[in-house]
């Protein structure tokens, strides 16, 4: 698949235009159906997106679902949490009003109790999304879709919604939305920064397996074009 590559010149840059995108995406939705849902990703990278975004008055809020694409199996008061990043960053101000369904069950590990909670909460995000926002790491994972992970085939293959998933290069027990599923969405975003994230998914692009570098799996698919968002 040809991606639409969007380059910007500072991190500041590239927040702004992904947020007036996702924005656009959002208010869409809640044009057409009268609520709109978004699916975000953790780590490092997003925190200055999220805190553009969570800033916008412009956006019915309190019709918006926030979930996230995947998640470690921790408490949200471990610095570790996806959902406390997204808490502390992107639903604050006029964004605090949306409502945020979270990944992490409560339970000790993500065993099937575990899961079934998950699936039962994301059942209350309409889907398609309205954007889906991923990252990707040095290693070629995106989601929890790590290489080695001995859920991997799952979570690229089944309907899901959502799957356990342990890989040696996850840390914890992480839970994550089924490829599948991601692509239930009106618009696909890929947001990394730096040079050598822009090797990785050079590398990515070229023809190869997708167990080594799953990311591949959203690179090479048909459902729907991915966006991406980059700069140095």
Known sequence: ???????????????QAL????????????DERGEASL???????????FQVLGARD?????????????????????????????KENLLTGSAAAAKFVPLYAGTEEPDASGIAQANGAVAQVPVPFDAVILGMGNDGHTASFFP??????????AEGPVVAIRAPG?????????????????????HIEGEEKAQV??????????ETM???????????????????
């Open 1 to 15: 698949m040809t991606i639409e590559r969007n380059v910007f010149s500072t991190k500041d840059k590239l927040a």
């Open 19 to 30: 947020a007036d995108a996702v924005a656009e995406n959002l208010n869409a939705g809640l």
């Open 39 to 49: 699916a975000v990703s953790g780590g490092s990278t997003p925190k200055r997106f």
């Open 58 to 86: 412009d956006i019915d809020w309190e019709n918006v679902t926030v979930t996230l694409v995947d998640e470690r199996w921790v408490d949200e008061s471990s610095d570790r949490s996806n959902a406390r990043l997204v």
């Open 148 to 157: 080695g992970g001995d859920a991997l085939e799952e979570a690229l293959n």
């Open 170 to 190: 996850a840390g914890e027990p992480r839970v994550t939305f089924t490829l599948a599923r991601l692509l239930q969405t009106r618009a696909l975003y890929l």
């Open 201 to 210: 998914l050079d590398k990515a692009l070229e023809t190869g397996p997708v």
């Open 214 to 232: 799953p990311v591949r799996a959203v690179l090479s698919q048909s459902h729907i074009p991915v966006s991406l968002y980059w700069c140095p």
